[in-house]
């Protein structure tokens, strides 16, 4: 199958449409980013990419970087996690309060905002400090990456602690349940760091190849997380990934996904390669318009689909 030749198509067909969506800008330090910007890579397992557009230029992978976090707590906890933290869609939008006080301070699943939070709590403990979790968090996205480049932006981190109000107000109330475990700032700024956190669509597509292989590296054969629990972080990604849109994203795409109001979304292809795709124009779920577009057509003209 010519790859090259089916991204530079999605990258033509994207870029007749005029409805590029609208960039995060309640996040102050993504406000001025140019929306007409689209990268998509993908990696195979013996290590060939391909990529069309923008695909070198660093963005901030926000929520993608709840795949990361959510590996490690479930690699570190097992089932214990489940105790405090679902696995069901929330049908909800990714930041909302309400869901989590009826349902009495526990959040749906680790892809809302108040599950990677609750996620980030259990690091911390396990890894002693918010400090040793936040470098643990950047060393294994390195990893999985193999890119030792990999840190956040201070300057996004900043700005979305500056305005993280609602965040804030999450925590708070899941702290009124006793469902975390440590210092709410820490916990916030943690969060912020790993969701601040920019790589570009080469390197994140490299980065999901360890859940397209039943938890290990097909590059490297690193073992970092069983089958089993590759399994589950994938089917959560397929009902979750894409808050109140997961359904709809499977539904056209049929691949476990996970996207980021950066405007990046980060999927795997069971057996074959991961994929990334990156535009910041978001559409009204806060996924990337341009991108769960390409993704389709990807989807489309390969065939490729779980179902």
Not at 1 to 6: A, C, G, V
Not at 86 to 103: A, K, M
Not at 164 to 174: S, T
Not at 216 to 231: C, F, L, R, S, Y
């Amino acid at each position: 199958m010519n790859y090259q030749l089916i991204l530079d198509e999605i990258a033509h067909e994207v870029s007749c449409l005029s409805n590029k969506g609208k960039v995060a800008d309640y996040i102050p330090a993504l406000a001025n980013v140019d929306p007409e910007q689209f990268g998509m890579s993908l990696t195979l397992f013996d290590g060939t990419q391909y990529s069309v557009g923008d695909s070198n230029t660093l963005f901030s992978i926000q929520s993608i970087s709840k795949v990361f976090t959510f590996t490690l707590a479930l690699k570190f906890y097992s089932t214990n996690l489940y105790k405090r933290i679902g696995r069901e869609p929330s049908g909800d939008p990714f930041n909302s309060l309400v869901q989590l006080e009826y349902e009495h301070g526990i959040p749906r699943n680790p892809f809302i905002n108040a599950g990677a939070i609750n996620v980030t709590d259990a690091l911390i403990s396990y890894f002693g400090n918010s400090t040793k979790a936040s470098e643990e968090i950047f060393q294994f996205i390195r990893d999985i990456s193999d890119e030792t480049s990999v840190n956040c932006s201070k300057i996004v981190a900043t700005s979305e602690m500056d305005h993280g109000f609602r965040n804030m107000a999450l925590a708070n109330l899941m702290k009124s349940f006793n469902n975390l475990d440590n210092d709410v700032y820490d916990i916030i700024q943690t969060y912020f760091r790993h969701c601040a956190i920019e790589m570009n669509t080469k390197m994140l597509s490299r980065a999901m190849l360890y859940l397209a292989n039943h938890g290990v590296d097909p590059i490297n054969g690193m073992v970092h997380i069983t089958e089993q629990q590759a399994k589950r972080i994938n089917a959560v990604m397929l009902t979750c990934g894409h808050y109140d849109a997961s359904g709809d994203f499977a539904f056209h795409v049929g691949l476990p996904g996970k996207s980021g109001v950066g405007g990046g979304i980060a999927v795997v292809v069971p057996q074959k390669m991961g994929i990334c795709v990156w535009s910041p124009g978001l559409n009204a779920q806060g996924n990337s318009l341009l991108g769960t577009i390409a993704l389709e057509l990807f989807a489309t003209k390969t065939g490729m689909s779980i179902f």
